[in-house]
Every structure is written in structure tokens, then in C-alpha cells.
């Protein structure tokens, strides 16, 4: 086996001497596709997070929300046209359609919806995308620096990246694979650095591990976790793993169980976690004297022991 792996809990970032005052901070991200957010957070599209309410108020506070793809096309082609975000693709979808879509809307960029994007189908299905115009494409997840060399050889420069570490996701449980997040993030910024969009999807427990993503090297988060619960969901009370028996057996008649559903309790408006996210970020470039979050990345980051992320827990 190679070297051992890390995950969020198992580092720290250590507090360099600040130069500046949080009001000078600009959270402000390059521009996503065509879209300048001023929040680099995409919601995840998931059916129990991200419909129309979500994409308009991810938009509206300067983020960008991503339609889940558990619907009828129209339903899915309404949102793309009505609505300021992405759509979630299956990789057995009806490219004709996906690409007919993609030239009434230029703008609109596609996530290609499946949990293992390292898959012969579902690159295929990108060269098919990408060899037809379509050139608005976030990858499959992946966790490797070779699925990501394979998806650039065909022309896709931007990665969802993460397997199993989804806050509802069995993955790890059922079948024994995945990848420690922190690490997936790590390795990939330091093999590819800015050429390639690097989106850490999901396994956030708290804003703290969204900044560690980007001291790590991911240029945006991809979250259903931290907005589960806010008024803007499909379902506020409630919320699952789009491979859970719940969802799964409303869509198809054979299926492998890789998730579960939780209920919630209500958080509001959507609005208030993105400030939060955002008033975390700006303070944490205090913490680490730099003046972008993308300048995180230079932090100095510590391995830490059990003991020392123990001493870090809020005590009753």
C-alpha cells in the first residue's frame, strides 16, 4: 500500500501573521464556466436539495446551484431555461437532447451525475458531448490523478472530485472502496496545480473543512450536508443519498444500496449558511494572512493526532 491517506479531522491549519483587517478580505472566485460568483459553492444535485427555489437562491447570494437530474426532461429543460445554474446528466441520458439544450443555452454547463466517473461509459459519453460542441462539462466523480489525466485527454478540464465520503453515502460500507477526501484534493492539486477546476464534493461536517478544501487546493465546494435543512429545499425535513432505498426504488426496479435518508431539522433561508460559509472563509484568511481564499492553498498545514483534534471539540 502507498502512503497513508488523510482526511479533514486529521490536519490543521496554522495561523500565519495578518497583515490586514477581514473587511479587506475578497472572497470573490474566478469566474465558474461563465458565472462570476462571489460564494465558490455549488449545491449538490441532489432531489432533496437542489430544485428551482435552490438554483435562484444560490444565484442570488452570489453561489451557484446545480438541478438534480430525478425528473422528466422537460422539468429538467424548464429549469435550464428559466433558472441561472447547471443540470445534472445521467451518462445514459439522450445526448441528442443534452446537446440541442446545450446550443439553445451556451452558457449552461452539465454535471455528469454517476458516483464512479472513471468509467470507460461515462468518458465515452463526454467525447461524444465534447466532439458535438458541448464543452460545459464537470466530470464524473473521481478521486485519481489517472482518471483525471484520462478525462483531459478528451477535453474535460473540470472535476467533481470525491467517492464515499458523502455525509448519507455507504459506498465504503457496502463495497469497501473510496478515498479520504483531503487527500483526493491534495494529490490532485499537486499534479495538475490551476489546470484543472478541481470542485471537492461533498464530506463537509462544518465550514472548517470547507477551508481546508481550499488550503488543499479546490477552487469551489460542491455541498447537499451544510444546506440540508434550509428553507429553499425540495423537502426541508428531509433529506437522502441519492443511492438510498428511498430514492432508489422510485426510479428503478434493480438496485445496489450505497446511501441512506435522514430527516433534518428547519435552518431557514439558504441565505444564512452562505453567510456563514462566507464570513468563515474571510476569516480564515485573517487566520492565515493571506487576502484571497485561493491564496489559502500557501497556508501551512499540520498533521495532527486523535488526541489533538480531541482537544479541538467543544466540551459540555
Keep these: 500500500m502507498k502512503d497513508q491517506k488523510f482526511t479533514f479531522d486529521d490536519i490543521l491549519l496554522v495561523p500565519s501573521h495578518a497583515e490586514y483587517d477581514t473587511r479587506e478580505f475578497n472572497v470573490s472566485s474566478s469566474i465558474f464556466f461563465s458565472y462570476n460568483l462571489t460564494i465558490p459553492v455549488l449545491s449538490s444535485p441532489m432531489d432533496t436539495i437542489t430544485g428551482t427555489k435552490m438554483m435562484d437562491a444560490m444565484w442570488h447570494n452570489g453561489a451557484i446551484g446545480v438541478h438534480h437530474r430525478y425528473c422528466e426532461w422537460e422539468e429538467l429543460e424548464k429549469a435550464a431555461l428559466e433558472h441561472m445554474g447547471g443540470i445534472a446528466i445521467s451518462p445514459s441520458g439522450d445526448i441528442d437532447k443534452i446537446i440541442n439544450l446545450a446550443h439553445k443555452i451556451p452558457d449552461l454547463f452539465f454535471v455528469i451525475d454517476v458516483a464512479h466517473g472513471d468509467s470507460k461509459k461515462v468518458m465515452s459519453f463526454c467525447f461524444d458531448l465534447i466532439k458535438s460542441g458541448v464543452k460545459n462539462i464537470v466530470s464524473g466523480n473521481v478521486v485519481t490523478c489517472d482518471a483525471v489525466h484520462r478525462y483531459l485527454n478528451i477535453g474535460v478540464e473540470y472535476f467533481r ?156
Design 161 to 316: 472530485a470525491g467517492v464515499g465520503n458523502g455525509s448519507r453515502c455507504l459506498t465504503r460500507t457496502v463495497s469497501g472502496f473510496g478515498y479520504p477526501q483531503a487527500s483526493v484534493i491534495h494529490e490532485l492539486y499537486q499534479e495538475f496545480g490551476e489546470n484543472i477546476v478541481i470542485i471537492a464534493d461533498g464530506g463537509f461536517k462544518n465550514t472548517g473543512d470547507i477551508v481546508k478544501s481550499f488550503s488543499l487546493g479546490a477552487s469551489y465546494v460542491m455541498t447537499g450536508y451544510l444546506l440540508a435543512g434550509t428553507d429553499e429545499c425540495p423537502t426541508p425535513g428531509y433529506y437522502r443519498g441519492m443511492a438510498s432505498k428511498d430514492a432508489l426504488e422510485t426510479r428503478k426496479k434493480e438496485y445496489f444500496i450505497e446511501g441512506d435518508s435522514i430527516s433534518v431539522a428547519p435552518k431557514g433561508s439558504v441565505s444564512l449558511v452562505l453567510d456563514e460559509i462566507e464570513d468563515a472563509i474571510k476569516h480564515a484568511c485573517h487566520y492565515g494572512g493571506v487576502l484571497n481564499y485561493k491564496e489559502l492553498v500557501n497556508v501551512e498545514k499540520i498533521r495532527i493526532s486523535e488526541s489533538s483534534f480531541l482537544e479541538g471539540l467543544t466540551r459540555k
